[in-house]
């Protein structure tokens, strides 16, 4: 992936981090602290992939292991997203 492509990613992540953390901040509901993880981990992701691609934890790849992280921290968000809509419904 070329690095133009990674700095892309990780501003879009980062300013979607930032929208989130602050509905977080102003609401206080959980479903956007979660939210707001997922994009930690995809912003800390692109971080490690653009500045620091070697790094390794316990041998591991420091960028597989966070995006490992923010996918299953998405599917956890997406399945409160469709609860909460499900929920908006049954109303």
């Known amino acids: ?3 133009i492509l990674k700095s892309a990613l990780l501003a879009l992540f980062a300013i979607h981090l930032a929208a ?3 509905l977080w901040w102003r609401r206080r509901q959980a479903y956007y ?3 707001s993880l997922t994009f930690l981990l995809l912003t800390a992701t692109f971080a490690v992939a653009r500045f620091a ?3 390794a934890l316990g041998g591991l790849s420091l960028f597989w292991l966070l995006r490992i992280a923010a ?3 998405a599917a956890v968000s997406i399945a409160w997203l469709i ?3 499900l ?3 049954r109303i």
Do not use: G, K, Q
Request: charged share 35%; glycine share 0%.
């Open 1 to 3: 992936m070329p690095d």
């Open 20 to 22: 989130f953390a602050l």
């Open 33 to 35: 602290l979660a939210a």
């Open 53 to 55: 691609p070697d790094a």
């Open 71 to 73: 996918w299953l921290s």
């Open 83 to 85: 609860r909460r809509r």
């Open 87 to 89: 929920a908006r419904r």
